[in-house]
Nanobody, 126 residues
Framework: QLQLVESGGGLVQPGGSLRLSCAAS????????IGWFRQAPGKEREGVSCISSSGGSANYADSVKGRFTISRDSAKNTVYLQMNSLKPEDTAVYYCAARIMYGSTCPKAPHEYDYWGQGTQVTVSS
């Protein structure tokens, strides 16, 4: 079974940057669309970004467009979420998720994904 491990979270001041990583062992991520989601206390899990298995297509939530960038490195079997210009409202637990999906699309809803990581905390505060 595919196992995903997120890393890179932490405490950062407003305006700062973090890079989250989503790594897999044993199985290659090359055939999986990957999504990043976040969940703040008392709120529903929301989609942040996703990238197709080919890496040729990506989507972003309106709230992070222009600030976050998703990418994937096949050689490292890792997907990244570069987060710049962070705001307090970006504070949440961030999860990556995977689903086998060929082609140039990626699902946007949590229920469309089959495998999830354990999450990494991102706190944006001064």
């Amino acid at each position: 079974q595919l196992q995903l491990v997120e890393s890179g979270g932490g405490l950062v001041q407003p305006g700062g940057s973090l890079r989250l990583s989503c790594a897999a062992s044993v199985f290659t991520l090359d055939y999986y669309a990957i999504g990043w989601f976040r969940q703040a206390p008392g709120k529903e899990r929301e989609g942040v970004s996703c990238i197709s298995s080919s890496g040729g297509s990506a989507n972003y939530a309106d709230s992070v467009k222009g600030r976050f960038t998703i990418s994937r490195d096949s050689a490292k079997n890792t997907v990244y979420l570069q987060m710049n210009s962070l705001k307090p409202e970006d504070t949440a637990v961030y999860y990556c998720a995977a689903r086998i999906m060929y082609g140039s699309t990626c699902p946007k809803a949590p229920h469309e994904y089959d495998y999830w990581g354990q999450g990494t905390q991102v706190t944006v505060s001064s």
